[in-house]
T-cell receptor, first 114, second 113 residues
């Protein structure tokens, strides 16, 4: 069974640009969550999508947005990039509906903003 | 705002030594998970604890959940170089049926041969 796939693996952008990251969850998983990981702040929750609907949202500015498609694949978008957006962006999937439940993480997209 | 305090932040030990990592919060968790992350990879789930006082063992790793479900610990016996990595605790509040977890800052463990 394929794991969580995130693309691209690495990305370099400049300030002011926008970026779209993609996540393909494990087959059969309906929930996708996004996290930002930085050396200073650690892992912080961005948002969760379940069956194409946003279920939870973290404390990030509106420049961070996401969506989920009918096949459960998800994308997150960051507009007007800032230097502080440089981070490892991790996607995690779970089946959804189980309490508690395992989260399966992808390898992440390393974003560098210059 | 829920916060998870994890300690210590860094740990460098010799192969064969024992160690304990702690995770504390002022809030009651509905469940708590421990992950291990290696450089360039995403975190991998080691264990989930749900019941206060619960103890789970995974080979040389022992996980405890505090009676009040506000704290947890990870104990590694006879550490090996292969245990090197970043260990993260993560808690869920309210329903555990959620992809929203609050993570501790992590403990970077280095085990020297």
């Amino acid at each position: 069974k394929a794991g969580v796939t995130q693309t691209p693996r690495y990305l370099i952008k400049t300030r002011g640009q926008q970026v779209t990251l993609s996540c393909s969850p494990i087959s059969g998983h309906r929930s996708v969550s996004w996290y930002q990981q930085t050396p200073g702040q650690g892992l912080q929750f961005l948002f969760e999508y379940f069956s194409e609907t946003q279920r939870n949202k973290g404390n990030f500015p509106g420049r961070f947005s996401g969506r989920q498609f009918s096949n459960s694949r998800s994308e997150m978008n960051v507009s007007t990039l800032e230097l502080g957006d440089s981070a490892l962006y991790l996607c995690a999937s779970r089946r959804g509906g189980f309490d508690p439940e395992k989260l399966f993480f992808g390898s992440g997209t390393q974003l560098s903003v210059l | 705002t829920q916060l998870l305090e994890q300690s210590p932040q860094f740990l460098s030990i010799q192969e064969g030594e024992n160690l304990t990592v702690y995770c504390n919060s002022s809030s009651v968790f509905s469940s708590l998970q421990w992950y291990r992350q290696e450089p360039g990879e995403g975190p991998v789930l080691l264990v989930t604890v749900v019941t206060g006082g619960e103890v789970k063992k995974l080979k040389r790793l022992t996980f405890q959940f505090g009676d009040a479900r506000k704290d947890s610990s990870l104990h590694i016996t006879a550490a090996q170089p292969g245990d090197t990595g970043l260990y993260l605790c993560a808690g869920a509040w309210g329903s555990s049926n959620t992809g929203k977890l609050i993570f501790g800052q992590g403990t970077t463990l280095q085990v020297k041969p």
